[in-house]
């Protein structure tokens, strides 16, 4: 059963181009390590009327937007499997240092999940 990382994060405006080269560095890194799809999408349809909007979902602040993002994989253990050696590749150390992250990694949300409908 495919499994699927999920993410929904505020990120600053001014920080989306960082954001952006910083996802594409960990996107490649993750699809060399077999995850089967990596997508990073940013909000441009935000002030919906039902449900609970994204913009209150992530807390907005003024001059951030929310990103979206999903990684598909064969299974959870094959996640973890990817997981461990994305830890382990070099190239990692510079693209996830907290202390350079372009938005508030304790405002993003993070969940796995295993597919229920694919259509």
């Known amino acids: 059963m ?47 009327k039902m449900g609970l909007p994204f913009p209150r979902l992530a807390n907005l602040k003024a001059g951030e937007t929310v990103v979206f993002s999903w990684i598909v994989y064969k299974s959870r253990a094959h996640r973890n499997r990817v997981n461990d050696k994305v830890i382990k590749d070099p190239r990692m150390n510079g693209i996830c240092d907290a202390k350079s992250m372009p938005f508030d990694m304790k405002r993003m949300s993070f969940g796995g999940f295993s597919v229920l409908v694919s259509i």
């Not at 954001?19 to 699809?31: H, S, V």
């Open 2 to 48: 495919r499994h699927i990382d999920g993410f929904v994060l505020p990120v600053p405006k001014k920080n989306l181009k960082a954001y952006f080269t910083m996802a594409q560095k960990a996107g490649k890194i993750l699809r060399e390590h077999g995850a089967l799809e990596y997508r990073e999408c940013v909000g441009d349809d935000l002030n919906v």
